[in-house]
């Protein structure tokens, strides 16, 4: 092994630094500039056209789009518990409550029928997270928010550029957000970015982003606003991602096949079961390490670690941590997949700067982890 191998490193081995400097030579460094722009046309068309608006972060995408849809005090947002904290912190920022609700076994992603029973009077909306790459299944989603008059925002922060039958992750709920953190498939270290396909949400999302302020009329605030706004700089990084796009993603989705075909059917490794409507986005590959005496997810971690691979616990389910568990346990519900996936789960290396040698070497390490002291080598023993 060449050393210790990183779960994350991002791509900027492109036009990056060129673009970079261009922005901080155009003295066009706060949020206004020609990569703004430019990078806000070309992410919506690569995401399934309508429009996208840059943003501070993926945490601010999602507050900002639930704050354009009016979530306040004494709303409901239906979201998954196995998601990054943002998701249901972004409710809470609204004054509003995260109800969870459990994950399909297959897809790990939302359960429709779990969401159906957690329909009520004051549900306002679903927060559909494509989690590790894999998208929600939305016609369902979509169906019942239509039965139940609820919208549906798309939390792809970890989905760019995966499609739902043929639709692009992004453009198919009322708004979509990305985030571009340095870990993410596309990333300018810290940024993110809103999608809708109705013009009319245009005004009040760009208004909400610059602190509320009249775009006819400068130093006038209708509304409370944020500054939640995306730095031309920044933009400038992620244009020379999107040229590059094709080549992260392609190098990105070789590294998972390799994964996929190393590790399904491993003894004591689980995999995800990606639907068949599915192209997934290749963010971080995961694995399930199925509980055997003597052997755990976080045990596999540590001698991983020590042997210099990087890895990840899968999330600690939302409906568990301090600031939300005395809410789930009033409304009572086990969540039994998200604890398994919380439990088991373990995000492994995924990146362009990891050879093929790499992933093998990761993959050998992984099942020698796992498969020592399982009932079969105790007995051999
Ligand atoms: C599912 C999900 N939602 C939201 C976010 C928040 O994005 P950011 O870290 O850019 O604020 C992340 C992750 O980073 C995420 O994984």
Redesign the pocket.
């Known amino acids: 092994m060449k050393g210790r191998i990183a779960i994350a490193e991002p791509d900027l081995s492109g036009l990056e630094e060129e673009y970079a400097l261009a922005a901080i030579r155009s003295r066009w460094i706060s949020s206004t500039g020609e990569f703004l722009d430019r990078f806000e046309r070309e992410f919506a068309a690569a995401c399934g056209g309508g429009e996208a608006i840059g943003v ?7 507050h900002l789009a639930l704050e354009a849809l009016n979530v306040g005090p004494g709303d409901e947002v239906i979201v998954p518990s196995m ?5 249901a912190n ?1 409710v809470r920022y609204c004054g509003a409550e995260p109800v969870f609700v459990d994950v399909e076994p297959s897809t790990w992603c939302l359960d429709p029928a779990r969401v159906e029973e957690a329909i009520t009077p004051r549900t306002k909306g679903i927060i559909a ?3 590790l790459g894999h998208p929600a299944d939305m016609d369902p989603l979509l169906d019942l928010a239509a039965v139940h008059g609820l919208w549906v925002v798309e ?4 989905a760019t550029f995966a499609t739902y039958k043929g639709r692009t992750t992004g453009s198919l709920g009322r708004i979509g ?1 990305f ?3 340095g ?2 498939v596309l990333t300018c270290g ?3 970015a809103v999608t809708f396909q109705e013009r009319s949400l245009a005004t009040r999302l760009r208004m909400l982003r610059g602190q509320g302020m009249d775009p006819k009329r400068r130093y006038y605030f209708p509304i409370v606003g944020f500054n939640y706004r995306l730095t031309n700089v920044a933009a400038a990084i992620l244009c020379a991602q999107l040229e590059r796009r094709e080549a992260i993603v392609g190098r990105r989705r070789e590294i998972v096949a390799l994964y996929e075909s190393r590790l399904r059917g491993a003894a004591g490794i689980t995999l995800r079961a990606d639907a068949p409507w599915a192209v997934t986005s290749p963010w971080m590959f995961s694995a399930l390490v199925d509980p055997a005496p003597g052997i755990d997810r976080d045990g596999v971690a540590r001698r991983l670690a020590a042997e210099g691979v990087e890895t990840r616990p899968l ?1 600690v389910p939302i409906h568990t941590l301090p600031p939300y568990r005395v809410d789930h346990a009033r409304r009572g519900g086990e969540l039994p997949v998200t604890a398994r996936l919380g439990s088991d789960g373990l995000m492994l290396p995924t990146h362009t700067l990891l050879s093929d040698a790499d992933v093998h070497d990761v993959c050998d390490r992984l099942i020698a982890a796992v498969a020592t002291g399982r009932p079969g080598r105790l007995r051999a023993a």
């Open positions: 501070s972060n993926g945490t601010t995408a999602l998601t990054y904290i943002a998701t972004a997270v494509h989690l939390d792809a922060a970890e957000t985030s571009f953190y870990n993410k810290e940024g993110g999330f």
